[in-house]
């Protein structure tokens, strides 16, 4: 079935595999976006046990859709995993740091010998929180600004220095904090997360006290996600992006490039419109009623609108990971993939993601089957 396919219609069908992964990601990220609240909504010890548990519940999943997210894209994109891996080598050693605390906390908080305390694993939590929404996020923002790096594939005959990618910047990574539309859209993340969060907890923890704090804090975190996201959208759809020749493979700037793939992919506009809809929907709805199920709907509203920016940030002949050293060592779909059979054979384990989602679905109603209660937390065997 799949090796009937195009060497670009494999690496289109993979691109989308990628951005579903990153869309769902930055969904499950209302796990960190909860981490940051724990005292701003438990004001108890028995308070903030019941939050640490309800994102207890679901931290694996976060951490194994990263790693998935990112072998995902080693094996269908290799020559950006090298470049951005290799060259931006301080912002993934962050990102790493962050979510190794965070295993650590959940593992240890509450252990009887824990001699740091809760406090300081609950200090873990948080820095994970806000450390890896922030920067995985303004690290996506390069896939519409650009970073500076050379590559050079013809370095493979060079047997005294075969490195095909350079890292041109002294900060390797770090300068992306410098652009402030990559930083809008680490800002846009971590507010995103926390109104995740806030849903999340209101769907799951049952306690008048924590719903009406969440409550509160919902109109607080929505406001400066929408400006910044906003002020990201626009700056993105007003700027001029990285386009090439689907004939002679140049890398060149056209103007209002990425306002252009929306209006040129109309499936993919509505996407994105229906997803930005859905948000809202999820934290109105919540905010104006004492509905618990805003989650849902700005949690599918999250991942619709995600996978829509990383299909306008990669199809329709555009640079996904674009150089600002060197125009030519931009990374497309096309010059960056894994070859015609390794993209086959990665198809065929593809067709397991159904049932691997499905599996997920399960085991998320099993594990929140009723809301948490503090009666719960004192009789429950196994408490973060």
């Known amino acids: 079935m799949f090796e009937t396919l ?10 989308a595999i990628v951005s579903l992964l990153g869309a769902l990601l930055v969904f499950l990220m209302f796990v960190q976006g909860g981490q940051t609240l724990i005292y701003t909504l438990g004001k108890t010890d028995t308070e903030r046990t019941m939050l640490v548990n309800t994102l207890g519940r ?36 962050a990102i790493l740091f962050a979510f190794i605390i965070q295993a650590v906390a959940y593992e ?23 450390l890896g929404t922030l920067l995985i996020g303004t690290a996506v923002g390069t896939f519409f600004t650009g970073s500076q790096f050379s590559v050079n594939k013809m370095n493979l005959t060079n047997i005294s220095d075969s490195t095909i990618s350079r890292w041109e910047a002294p900060f390797h990574g770090l300068e992306a904090v410098l652009n402030m539309q990559n930083v809008a859209l680490g800002l846009t993340v971590f507010f995103l997360a926390r109104v995740l969060g806030i849903l ?101 509203g999250t991942v619709l609108t995600v996978f829509a920016l990383f299909l ?21 779909i096309e010059n960056s993939s894994s070859s015609h059979y390794t993209l086959t054979a990665m198809s065929y384990v593809s067709l397991l993601v159904p049932f691997v989602l499905a599996y997920i679905f399960y085991a998320w109603k099993s594990i929140n089957n009723k809301p948490i209660d503090a009666q719960e937390m004192q009789e429950e065997g196994h408490v973060y």
């Open 6 to 15: 195009s060497l670009l219609a494999l690496q289109q069908y993979w691109w």
């Open 200 to 300: 999340y907890f209101m769907n799951t923890i049952n306690d008048d006290a924590i719903f009406a704090r969440a409550k509160k804090q919902l109109i607080y975190n929505a406001a400066p996600f929408l400006v910044f996201f906003l002020f990201f959208l626009g700056s993105v759809l007003m700027s001029s992006g990285f386009a090439y020749d689907a004939a002679t493979m140049q890398v060149s700037m056209e103007k209002f490039k990425y306002l252009h793939n929306l209006l040129a992919m109309p499936l993919v506009l509505i996407v994105f419109l229906l997803g930005v809809v859905l948000v809202l929907w999820g934290i109105i709805s919540s905010a104006i009623t004492v509905s618990t199920k805003g989650i849902w709907f700005s949690g599918l």
């Open 312 to 332: 306008v940030a990669g199809y329709n002949h555009t640079a996904y990971y674009p150089s600002t050293y060197d125009l030519q060592s931009s990374l497309t």
């Open 58 to 93: 679901k931290w694996e999943f976060t951490f194994t859709t990263l790693v998935t997210f990112g072998g995902a894209f080693f094996a269908s994109f290799p020559l950006f995993y090298s470049t951005s891996f290799g060259g931006a080598y301080w912002v993934w050693i």
């Open 108 to 130: 240890y908080r509450s252990k009887p010998a824990n001699f740091l305390g809760k406090r300081t694993y609950e200090i873990f939590l948080f820095v994970n929180g806000a």
